[in-house]
């Protein structure tokens, strides 16, 4: 069950690899307006789902106060403080500085109930951080104080993520159908947004819808339930230094539709965004059957 839940996690690293790719394909639509979207059709699929499953849609909804802000507050929050961080720094140190949230989780799970944080955890998120760097740097140019307010915005995103993983797992009793809940009205906060921040603009054609379609299926919509399993009864380490692979696959798919070039650098990424994750993994090699999964409610 553990390793089951782990694997679904890592659906969700696979579908953000393409979040890159998609957002190039869905044209000139601006981030917020883009978001509401993507997250209206990310709560649409939960809540199809639900009425399929003979669920009733009510209960993800009714949810303690919490619940609704560390949901709303993790999907929405790391949406909008990562756009913050996009107007107000370069994309490449923004990205970097956000991509520590992997890191991060590996450290904050050591905070959990019955988990353990290990060496060879710290050295496996260490390795991956590495080759994600070597992937993500190149194109640094340097870091100015003028950008202070979207390096800050960055690091939250990378705070908010995390926190919002770990935490999850301490929320466990509550269903992944909340997720639906937490998409819905994240589209709603991002529409407000974007009407007072953006002008409309709408995708060109059924390529763009497509692409618009397909994000939120995917990277900004389904993505976030299967994290929401691999998070709560999953290998939380281990998924924290296997995510790093998303930016090595991201760039591996921009190669391949011949948005970006190969680079000699990337196969030393692999191996170090691999090793690491195999590190991990050895690491929680010898966690008992028996181990709890669900977490426990949030206090």
């Known amino acids: 069950m553990r390793a089951r839940a782990t694997a679904i996690g890592f659906l969700a690293v696979l579908s953000w690899a393409l979040l890159a790719l998609l957002t190039v394909a869905s044209g000139a639509t601006p981030p917020f307006q883009l978001a509401a979207m993507c997250f209206a059709v990310g709560g649409a699929i939960g809540v199809a789902a639900m009425l399929a499953g003979g669920r009733s849609p009510a209960r993800a909804f009714a949810q303690p106060a919490r619940i609704w802000a560390l949901g709303v507050g993790g999907l929405f929050g790391y949406h909008f ?11 490449a140190e923004a990205g970097l500085i956000a991509y520590l949230w ?3 989780i590996v450290l904050f799970s050591g905070l959990l ?3 353990r944080l290990r060496p060879l955890h710290l050295l496996g998120a260490g390795a991956a951080m590495a080759g994600a760097g070597l992937i993500l740097a190149p194109a640094l140019d340097g870091f100015d104080a003028a950008h202070r ?3 800050a915005a960055a690091g939250a995103c990378a705070l908010i ?10 929320a466990g009793g509550a269903p992944t159908d909340t997720v639906a809940a937490f998409c819905l009205a994240s589209a709603l906060l991002a529409a407000v947004c974007h009407v007072a921040l953006e002008e409309t603009v709408w995708p060109a054609g059924w390529r763009q819808w497509a692409a618009v379609a397909l994000l939120g299926l995917g990277p900004v919509g389904g993505a976030f339930y299967a994290w929401d ?6 290998d939380i380490q281990v998924l924290g230094v296997a995510s790093y692979a998303a930016p090595l696959l991201s760039t591996l798919a921009l190669i391949a539709a011949g948005v970006a070039k190969p680079a000699p650098s990337l196969v030393i990424a692999a191996l170090l965004i691999a090793g690491g994750a195999a590190l991990a993994a050895l690491a929680s090699r010898d966690v008992s059957a028996a181990r709890p999964t669900s977490g426990r409610s949030l206090p």
């Open 81 to 91: 403080c990562y756009f913050t961080a996009l107007r107000n720094a370069p994309a």
């Open 102 to 104: 992997p890191l991060l």
């Open 113 to 115: 109930p019955g988990e």
């Open 149 to 151: 307010l979207g390096y």
């Open 161 to 170: 993520w995390s926190g919002y993983s770990v935490l999850s797992r301490r």
């Open 229 to 234: 399993v691999g998070v709560k009864r999953g």
